[in-house]
């Protein structure tokens, strides 16, 4: 009852169809990863400040 | 050989006769089929080999279906030789006995009909799946038969042995949650790392990407726009005009960047869209570029085109050439300060002295420093020594760079 193998026993088709589809979700897990979470991350980050402010920040 | 053709091509001749057609064939087939294998290939049935053989031996070996007491020699088919399960349920298929398919154009895809017919004998059981290939009841015509086997072929005939190894001992809820953990653990390091790759090098892959379109568009307006009216004195720089916040409102040029830097600057400091996006930022409130005062800006080292990456390149002497709707403003570098944080005097209209009012026109960049660390400023400091109004055409020190031609090829002064 590992997660992976869970999910790859989830996917249909056989391994061909299976590989491809896995794919598929690693791309779009890269994409929402990219797109989304990482922008909203990115500020809290110690190396991405380049203002002069009041409070330091 | 040619009278063995033409018979076949005859169609459905009388049955012994088709038997003896099949024979005569069959050796000489076997001998095509072997010839690879065996390397005999260059006797003398070579100048007697009928031409369309293909042809003939797909006519020929339907008839080996129901001559089950005198079995086709597999060597004789086109497909690859049988496997010796197959041959296994060849014998039982004819320890039955039983008739299978008459005579058909269909081409034989593997002789799975005669197998099929066998089902419930005690090799085949096991080796075969048994579904769909009940032949009690009425026979099928061997077209129908093969579409069946060829269908159990490729969609589960071999099925239940890749299963096999899949369907492992499940692993037991204390070793399944110790590894679905070590998964999870991997998977966040290996989102860390792709953290890693989209701060460092996709960021700036997009960010670069956006300054040349927010550059181009930039040089676009100013063609279609007036510039702002000369002031009287030559020497005195048009001052630009206010813009809204987070618009983009100049082109920075610094050769000491290299030939082909340039970075627009746009309206606030806000990382989201300004920094991150649209290259430098100006501090709200800080002078505009020409005015009196300080021309106040700030923009990444590392991460998201790294407009300032070689902020600390610059030596005194350096010039920076602020491009806007109204023309060229080329400031001289002077020195350079290292603060905290929290030093907002760097950006007073005489940095450091918060009380002068100031009559010099300076600009004040401001990068991290370290790179990769919230730790420090950098602080770069430049005064206006040069302007040149935009239908003069751009300055000597940035007239002939890439960066420059790059922008006024698409419209620009």
């Known amino acids: ?57 | 050989m040619a009278s063995a053709y033409d018979k076949v091509q005859g169609n459905v001749p009388p049955a012994p006769d088709r038997q003896a057609v099949w024979i005569r064939s069959n050796r000489h087939g076997g001998a095509v089929v072997n010839s690879p294998y065996s390397g005999d290939e260059a006797d003398a049935e070579a100048s007697s080999r009928p031409t369309i053989r293909p042809a003939q031996r797909r006519h020929v070996t339907p008839p080996s279906d129901d001559s089950t007491s005198s079995r086709p020699d597999p060597a004789s088919y086109s497909q690859p030789l049988p496997s010796r399960r197959e041959l296994r349920q060849r014998e039982a298929a004819a320890a039955t006995g039983a008739p299978t398919a008459v005579y058909s154009d269909a081409p034989p895809i593997r002789q799975d009909s005669a197998v099929g017919s066998a089902a419930g004998h005690p090799y085949n059981r096991g080796h075969e799946h048994n579904s769909g290939h009940e032949h009690g009841g009425g026979h099928l015509g061997a077209g129908g038969d093969i579409g069946r086997a060829h269908a159990g072929d490729g969609g589960r005939g071999d099925r239940p042995r890749g299963r096999g190894p899949v369907e492992r001992e499940p692993l037991g809820p204390v070793r399944g949650t110790i590894r679905t953990f070590g998964e999870l653990c991997i998977t966040a390091g290996l989102v860390l790392i792709l953290f890693v790759v989209w701060q460092l090098w996709w960021t700036d892959l997009a960010a670069n990407r956006d300054n040349e379109v927010l550059a181009d568009e930039l040089a676009q307006d100013w063609q279609n726009q007036d510039p702002n009216e000369l002031p009287e004195d030559p020497d005195e720089p048009v001052v630009a005009d206010p813009v809204g916040k987070n618009e983009a409102f100049g082109i920075f040029y610094i050769p000491r960047f290299g030939g082909d830097y340039y970075r627009t600057v746009a309206e606030g400091v806000d990382l989201e869209p300004v920094l991150n996006r649209m290259g430098l930022g100006r501090y709200p409130n800080s002078a505009m570029p020409g005015d009196v005062g300080n021309f106040s800006i700030a923009g990444h080292r590392v991460t998201y085109g790294k407009p300032l990456n070689q902020i600390a390149e610059l030596r005194p002497g350096d010039e920076i050439v602020v491009q806007t709707k109204d023309g060229f403003y080329t400031y001289t570098f002077r020195n350079f300060d290292i603060i905290l944080p929290d030093a907002i005097e760097v950006l007073a209209p005489v940095p450091d002295m918060p009380d002068s009012k100031g009559k010099d026109r300076i600009l004040t960049m401001t990068a991290c420093n370290p790179m990769f660390s919230a730790r420090e400023r950098y602080v770069a400091y430049a005064e206006l020594t040069d302007w040149t109004p935009a239908n003069e055409g751009a300055p000597g020190s940035i007239k002939d760079s890439e960066a420059y031609k790059k922008v006024s090829k698409k419209g620009g002064a």
Do not use: C, E
């Open chain 1, 1 to 57: 009852m590992s997660m992976y193998g869970f999910i790859w026993r989830s996917l249909p088709g056989n391994w061909f169809v299976k590989l491809i589809l896995s794919l598929i979700l690693i791309a779009a897990v890269v994409y929402l990863l990219m797109q989304y979470v990482f922008p909203v991350v990115a500020p809290y980050m110690p190396f991405n400040n380049a203002t002069v402010t009041d409070g330091g920040q």
